[in-house]
């Protein structure tokens, strides 16, 4: 409870001195007493919502300020008491109060607070609130730039001077303040080429404005009034409705003046304090850290076994699970290791949490030597992969796991993925030079060499996507190029996967000379570089050269960067006929919009390279959102299968006579490489997964994703402390299988993509003895279906090709909370919700001709 205090203003003219000793400041007149009203009050709201639909409170009393001793020397340092009393909260909802009475001591410099006096033993919010009473006095008469420290910390403050008053401004990016919190750090440059244009990908992040004025008014060589008026605004990027603010405002004015108390006599500030109180002692303006207790708060395992069944991998296609997940995190950043250990079933929570308790539970709790708790230990290094704000400490500890045994072949190539993901971010956040880094970038760079078994190279490649090097294994070291920027491909690497394209010094898989394309296309390609490109066209193999002409038609129609350049190529009547561009097939590349609103642009692009014989040789599918001049590549899905041509008695294309039987799909999320899937490998595994076929789809990833993570403290300049944590969680469940059926002469490959996502934020200003806050969220579940279905029962074969979004919900919802003084607490909730209806992806014209047929011919 708030109780009557004395602030000591240790000051030396709170209003501080010219050069030529004319006040800087208004000081202060021996004998005379200044009565001031003061009110401060606080509001918690969405960003856009008006004072009405806010919560919060206000905090008003009356200030006594007089003079206790100046400086002989200085008439502008003087230690000021401010006599509080009449203290009263009040919500500004439900009229309830409380008063008292304070009384506090300033020690000034030129009215610009250095120390104040206070009993020790008073609570850290009492302490701050009297801070924030004495910082509303700090100020000087000129105009300038200075460097202050008061309650919200030490920051850069303007000061404009006019006529009777001062106006002073906080550039609140430059406040350094003892409570700092984190946020998501996932920031590189590139082209994508569905939006042509250079963006930031940062995630789903959350944007912030600030501002804090403060205006005098002087009258009569004193301060009329102050009015000081500050704001903190965070808003989700992807979703502009979800937002919070926090709203400060602060007003102290001049009541009227009667006799007061004469001026103490005294050398030094020192000497007199202790004629006032010796238990008086000088601490900084800067406001301590208050730590909020729970009272009543579940312990950590309560809360876990009250979320469990929500968290269960049937559970995660519903909003409930990454609702729960986030909830989860919160506890757990607040548990110790012991109360870590007891819910340590729940991986990708305790991963997430990224404390240190969590690290060390989690590395106690695993055994890598042990391929039995595989599952565990690839939750918890997919986790790894996706923490919003890694540490070296976090790449220092997957390091030593690869350096030690490891049980599982499957886990040993997660670990170094991984790996090469933490390098990425930590390299984003400025820690490319950190030791680990440097060591970990050494070895990935140094793998592939190092080996010649074919899975352990991949492993390396597959680490190598994350990092801004040059790999050279045929199609995953070609499509690792692709995710970096045109300015690192050098002139030695262009001419390098140019010939792979043109077979300059051997044959390559049609799938490998493809992804060379993609990547001369995609890297600010030159004239001949096109020019070739093309008249290669119609001396491909059958399927390759409809896949080419596919990529140039979308390149062109989606106006990528590489456009311009094939235009003016194609001026060229050699270049661009009939002959070469008629070729037929079924391959095809094709790129289209998700969605267009105004938070958010999402695009998708669907590349399909068919064999010869018309079976599935590669497809890629990407997913791209874009959001505020930032773009996250949510999703990449790539499909290969080889060796199958026996199956339906086929000829292979040249390149690919002997080329073993194998299908499998890899993924990557949210811009991290996850392990790679097999589907079959080899004719002898091919015929009993035939034959044992169930016709469920493998598992490719299934868990919970921290997908942004911000935390803050705002030190308002009243003293009192506002809060806020807004987080992204995603539950996903990704899928894929293949199926052929020799009877039907009919192969169907299908990815199935499920999940949910929950984006919530919350800012609460917390007094211990009241609280309030604002949460703001919302969430949506929603399923996307890719399939390729091929009959192969005549000649040529049919294809079709299907992306099906289903229908789905997005609901908003508004939560405002107050603890208020007499014990009560206050809960309000507002919600809304719309459908959006599902809908199939369209595709180029031949694909729908083609799925008239599949469809037709089915019945």
Same mark, same amino acid.
């Given at each position: 409870m708030v109780t009557g205090f004395v602030v000591l203003l240790c000051a030396a003219s709170f209003l501080s001195a010219t050069a030529k000793g004319v006040a800087v400041g208004p000081r202060l007149n021996n004998n005379q007493l200044y009565k001031l009203s003061y009110t401060t009050e606080v509001r918690v709201s969405k960003a856009r919502g008006s004072p009405q639909s806010s919560t919060g409170y206000r905090l008003s009393s009356d200030v006594d300020i007089h003079l206790v001793w100046r400086d002989p020397s200085s008439k502008d340092d003087q230690l000021i008491q401010l006599a509080i009393s009449n203290v009263r909260v009040e919500h500004v909802a439900q009229k309830q109060t409380c008063s008292s009475n304070q009384t506090i001591y300033v020690a000034s410099e030129k009215w610009k607070g250095k120390s104040i006096l206070f009993i020790l033993d008073e609570p850290a919010i009492i302490k701050n609130i009297k801070r924030g009473v004495a910082s509303l006095l700090q100020l000087q008469l000129h105009t300038g730039k200075v460097i202050e420290n008061d309650v919200s910390g030490r920051c850069t403050v303007e000061y404009k001077a006019k006529e009777n008053q001062v106006t002073r401004t906080k550039i609140i990016d430059t406040c350094k303040t003892p409570e700092?919190?984190?946020?998501?750090?996932?920031?590189?440059?590139?082209?994508?080429?569905?939006?042509?244009?250079?963006?930031?990908?940062?995630?789903?992040?959350?944007?912030?404005?600030?501002?804090?004025?403060?205006?005098?008014?002087?009258?009569?060589?004193?301060?009329r009034s102050v009015v000081?008026?500050?704001?903190?605004?965070?808003?989700?990027?992807?979703?502009?409705?979800?937002?919070?603010?926090?709203?400060?405002?602060?007003?102290?004015?001049?009541?009227?003046?009667?006799?007061?108390?004469?001026?103490?006599?005294?050398?030094?500030v020192t000497s007199v304090v202790k004629t006032i109180d010796a238990k008086l002692a000088a601490v900084g303006i800067i406001a301590e850290k208050v730590k909020s207790q729970c009272k009543g708060c579940p312990t950590l395992f309560e809360h876990?076994?009250?979320?469990?069944?929500?968290?269960?991998?049937?559970?995660?296609?519903?909003?409930?699970?990454?609702?729960?997940?986030?909830?989860?995190?919160?506890?757990?950043?607040?548990?110790?290791?012991?109360?870590?250990?007891?819910?340590?079933?729940?991986?990708?929570?305790?991963?997430?949490?990224?404390?240190?308790?969590?690290?060390?539970?989690?590395?106690?709790?695993?055994?890598?030597t042990d391929a039995k708790t595989f599952v565990l230990q690839e939750r918890f290094l997919y986790a790894c992969g996706f923490a919003s704000h890694p540490n070296e400490r976090m790449l220092k500890a997957l390091l030593d796991i690869s350096k030690g045994k490891i049980g599982n072949n499957d886990i040993k190539e997660s670990v170094v993925i991984i790996m090469g993901a933490l390098v990425h971010k930590l390299c984003l956040k400025g820690g490319c030079n950190l =030791? @680990?880094?440097? &060591? #970990? $970038? %050494?070895?990935? *760079?140094?793998?592939?060499?190092?080996?010649? /078994?074919?899975?352990?190279?991949?492993?390396?490649?597959?680490?190598?996507?994350?990092?801004?090097?040059?790999?050279?294994?045929?199609?995953?070291?070609?499509?690792?190029?692709?995710?970096?920027?045109?300015?690192?491909?050098?002139?030695?690497?262009?001419?390098?996967?140019?010939?792979?394209?043109?077979?300059?010094?051997?044959?390559?898989?049609?799938?490998?000379?493809?992804?060379?394309?993609?990547?001369?296309?995609?890297?600010? =390609? @030159?004239?001949? &570089? #096109? $020019? %070739?490109?093309? *008249?290669?066209?119609?001396?491909?193999?059958? /399927?390759?050269?409809?896949?080419?002409?596919?990529?140039?038609?979308?390149?062109?129609?989606?106006?990528?960067?590489?456009?311009?350049?094939?235009?003016?190529?194609?001026?060229?009547?050699?270049?661009?006929?009939?002959?070469?561009?008629?070729?037929?097939?079924?391959?095809?590349?094709?790129?289209?919009?998700?969605?267009?609103?105004?938070?958010?642009?999402?695009?998708?692009?669907?590349?399909?390279?068919?064999?010869?014989?018309?079976?599935?040789?590669?497809?890629?599918? %990407?997913?791209?959102?874009?959001?505020?001049?930032?773009?996250?590549h949510g999703l990449q899905v790539a499909i290969e299968a080889q060796g199958l041509e026996s199956l339906i008695a086929a000829t292979p294309d040249e390149g690919e006579e002997n080329l073993e039987s194998f299908s499998g799909m890899s993924a990557l999320l949210f811009d991290v490489q996850l392990r790679p899937?097999?589907?079959?490998?080899?004719?002898?595994?091919?015929?009993?997964?035939?034959?044992?076929?169930?016709?469920?789809?493998?598992?490719?990833?299934k868990g919970l994703i921290l997908l942004s993570d911000h935390s803050e403290v705002f030190q308002l300049q009243s003293g009192l402390k506002a809060t806020a944590e807004f987080q992204g969680g995603l539950s996903i469940d990704i899928s894929g299988g293949m199926e052929v059926s020799l009877w039907y002469r009919e192969s169907k490959t299908s990815v199935n993509n499920r999940g949910a996502l929950v984006i919530s934020g919350n800012v609460t200003v917390d007094m211990d003895f009241l609280k309030t806050g604002v949460e703001v969220s919302f969430d949506t579940e929603a399923s996307l279906d890719f399939i390729t279905t091929v009959q192969f029962s005549e000649y040529p074969f049919l294809v079709c090709i299907q992306m099906d979004k289903a229908t789905f919900p997005i609901s908003e919802h508004l939560s405002k909370y107050d603890s208020l003084p007499s014990g009560k607490n206050?809960?309000?909730?507002?919600?809304?919700?719309?459908?959006?209806?599902?809908?199939?992806?369209?595709?180029?014209?031949?694909?729908?001709?083609?799925?008239?047929?599949?469809?037709?011919?089915?019945?």
């Open positions: 700092t919190g984190f946020t998501t750090h996932n920031k590189v440059s590139k082209v994508y080429p569905q939006f042509n244009i250079l963006y930031i990908y940062t995630g789903v992040g959350v944007s912030k404005k600030a501002s804090s004025v403060t205006i005098f008014t002087i009258e009569d060589g004193f301060l000081a008026e500050e704001a903190h605004s965070l808003t989700v990027n992807a979703h502009k409705s979800t937002s919070a603010k926090v709203v400060s405002r602060q007003t102290l004015t001049l009541v009227g003046t009667e006799a007061g108390p004469l001026e103490a006599a005294g050398k030094d876990w076994q009250s979320l469990q069944r929500l968290l269960e991998p049937n559970s995660l296609s519903k909003v409930s699970a990454p609702r729960s997940f986030l909830a989860l995190i919160q506890s757990i950043r607040k548990a110790s290791k012991d109360e870590i250990l007891k819910v340590l079933k729940s991986v990708d929570a305790v991963t997430s949490s990224q404390t240190h308790a969590s690290l060390d539970a989690m590395l106690e709790f695993l055994n890598f =030791p @680990t880094v440097v &060591e #970990v $970038k %050494n070895m990935i *760079l140094k793998g592939p060499e190092s080996t010649q /078994e074919e899975s352990q190279v991949q492993m390396y490649l597959l680490a190598l996507k994350i990092l801004s090097d040059l790999g050279a294994y045929n199609t995953i070291a070609l499509t690792a190029l692709q995710r970096y920027e045109s300015s690192l491909m050098t002139e030695e690497v262009k001419r390098t996967v140019n010939r792979v394209f043109h077979q300059n010094r051997r044959i390559y898989e049609k799938n490998v000379r493809a992804a060379a394309a993609d990547v001369i296309l995609s890297s600010n =390609p @030159t004239f001949m &570089e #096109v $020019k %070739n490109l093309l *008249l290669s066209i119609g001396h491909l193999p059958h /399927e390759m050269n409809k896949y080419m002409i596919s990529k140039i038609q979308d390149i062109l129609r989606f106006q990528m960067p590489a456009s311009k350049t094939i235009q003016q190529a194609m001026k060229d009547m050699i270049v661009n006929n009939y002959d070469r561009f008629s070729k037929v097939g079924s391959s095809s590349s094709f790129s289209g919009f998700m969605a267009r609103s105004a938070d958010v642009t999402s695009t998708y692009s669907l590349d399909i390279l068919y064999s010869g014989s018309g079976i599935l040789r590669r497809s890629n599918m %990407n997913m791209f959102g874009a959001s505020g001049g930032a773009v996250l899937v097999n589907f079959f490998k080899g004719y002898s595994d091919l015929m009993s997964k035939m034959f044992s076929m169930s016709g469920d789809p493998l598992n490719v990833v206050v809960l309000s909730q507002r919600s809304k919700k719309h459908i959006v209806p599902g809908s199939e992806f369209p595709l180029h014209q031949e694909n729908s001709n083609m799925c008239k047929k599949v469809f037709d011919s089915s019945w």
